[in-house]
């Protein structure tokens, strides 16, 4: 249509829609007839279209497509927190769990501090099961901010895995372990407690797949997160997918007749994202997407399950470039945290020696590095207190090198550095939603929206 050809009529349409589409109708919602028993939310944490965009470049190519593009209700997702422009990941999943904007940092709990209900304290207290999976820390962010209150996500972890134990949620898959054991809980371990209240421990893979009839699992897979798909092979490690977590847990929780919580978070998505590390994210997707898709294979004839996939917030601004070298990215084969390992630190202890950056680079990330650059990333190294970052950070550092080289579509490491979020953006975040109640999933939404839709549509 031309510009001079669109109606005074049109005009009010296309408003008149569009303030539709931005204020979603919890009342409809609350009187729909066809409401879903069971609730199971994907949170890809740092998830934003540029994240998915180039997993599907690299995976597909520029003509193919994801699972969760085919969802039926598609919405875009506001992220702010309640005095911050930029969210973190714990006001982010605080709002997603409960409704309420919080300050950043803060966990289950409002911007006055006063605790907040999730969507999945409401199912346990409406006595049906719940469950939550991260390939991050159980006790951490995401996974925490629907089930636990702390003040603090930094300082919180401890007290969050306490929580988990009063209020004996039935699934609780992750890394984490060293915040249930004595170390962090004043010389008491937690593990015996959980298992003398009913819970069946599993720490590996293999162990998880043997689980045949638990009524509560607790899964701890890592000390603290779970590592990177691209390391694992390298690393001997053991831990379960993150489809293989999924699995179980529906497992076990659609034992309840009455229904079931389940929040499942792709937690890496974010640290790949914030090492500006391509390859990762493009890892790190597929296994969620993956994920997605074996859950709604599974829901398609049961017509009683509501999923809604989103993300928490944007992480590094990522996206794909008209001179992005997707097959120079293609070859690597490890993290730049993994990489970060590999290095040999310098007599002085605030460096690494020269020769070993350069052939870490030339082996793991497929070019050579100059002088310069290794001069450069040395004094990107230490810490403000003098000291060598941890490893995780020293990784972000190496990945940013890593993009630059292949001009890949980043957030530049001075403005990651200046952030308190470690570079996430306020960009609005894709949400994708199929099942009874879906179609109240779309338009412009507030973070906030989404659990107060859940709840109009699941509350008894």
Do not use: C
């Not at 940092?105 to 469950?131: M, N, P, T, W």
């Not at 928490?312 to 970060?340: C, Q, R, Y």
């Amino acid at each position: 249509m031309k510009l001079n050809t669109i109606t005074l009529a049109t005009i009010i349409a296309l408003t008149s829609s569009s303030q539709v589409m931005s204020s979603p109708n919890f009342a409809l919602a609350q009187a729909e007839t066809a409401k879903p028993k069971n609730v199971i939310v994907f949170i890809g944490d740092g998830m934003g279209l540029g994240q998915i965009e180039i997993a599907r470049h690299m995976e597909y190519g520029k003509d193919g497509s994801h699972f969760i593009e085919s969802l039926p209700n598609v919405a875009l997702v506001k992220t702010y927190s309640a005095n911050k422009q930029v969210t973190d990941s714990a006001a982010a999943g605080t709002a997603i769990a409960t409704s309420v904007k919080t300050n950043n940092g803060a966990i289950g709990v409002d911007s006055q501090g006063i605790e907040v209900d999730s969507v999945l304290d409401d199912f346990q207290k409406s006595g049906r099961k719940v469950g939550v999976i991260s390939t991050n820390t159980v006790t951490d962010a995401t996974p925490a901010a629907f089930t636990a209150s702390v003040a603090d996500r930094y300082q919180g972890q401890p007290a969050a895995a306490r929580q988990m134990l009063e209020h004996e949620y039935d699934v609780l898959l992750g890394g984490g372990s060293k915040y249930f054991g004595p170390k962090k809980q004043d010389g008491i371990d937690l593990l015996p407690k959980f298992e003398q209240t009913g819970y069946t421990i599993v720490k590996d893979k293999d162990q998880l797949a043997a689980v045949e009839d638990a009524d509560k699992l607790l899964g701890l897979f890592n000390s603290t997160y779970m590592n990177y798909k691209l390391d694992r092979d390298d690393l001997g490690s053991n831990e379960p997918s993150l489809e293989l977590m999924t699995e179980k847990a529906i497992n076990i929780l659609e034992k309840d007749k009455d229904g079931f919580f389940l929040m499942v978070e792709g937690a890496r998505i974010d640290h790949a994202a914030h090492a500006a590390d391509i390859t990762g994210v493009w890892k790190e997707f597929m296994e969620f997407d993956r994920t997605v898709k074996q859950t709604v294979n599974w829901a398609a004839n049961r017509n009683d399950t509501l999923i809604v996939v989103l993300a928490d917030h944007e992480t590094m601004g990522l996206s794909v470039t008209e001179p992005m070298d997707i097959s120079g990215l293609k070859n690597i084969t490890v993290s730049p945290e993994f990489m970060a390992g590999k290095l040999t630190k310098a007599a002085d202890g605030k460096s690494f020696e020269p020769d070993s950056i350069k052939a870490v680079f030339k082996e793991y990330a497929g070019f050579e590095v100059t002088d310069e650059q290794v001069n450069e990333l040395n004094s990107h190294m230490v810490s403000s207190k003098g000291k060598l970052k941890y490893q995780y950070k020293l990784g972000w550092e190496i990945g940013s090198i890593i993009a630059a080289h292949y001009q890949a579509g980043v957030i530049d490491r001075s403005v990651r550095e200046a952030s308190s979020t470690g570079g996430h953006s306020s960009n609005m975040v894709p949400l994708f939603a199929a099942g009874p109640g879906s179609q109240y999933f779309e338009g412009v939404l507030n973070n906030t929206d989404v659990p107060k839709l859940i709840r109009s549509l699941t509350q008894k």
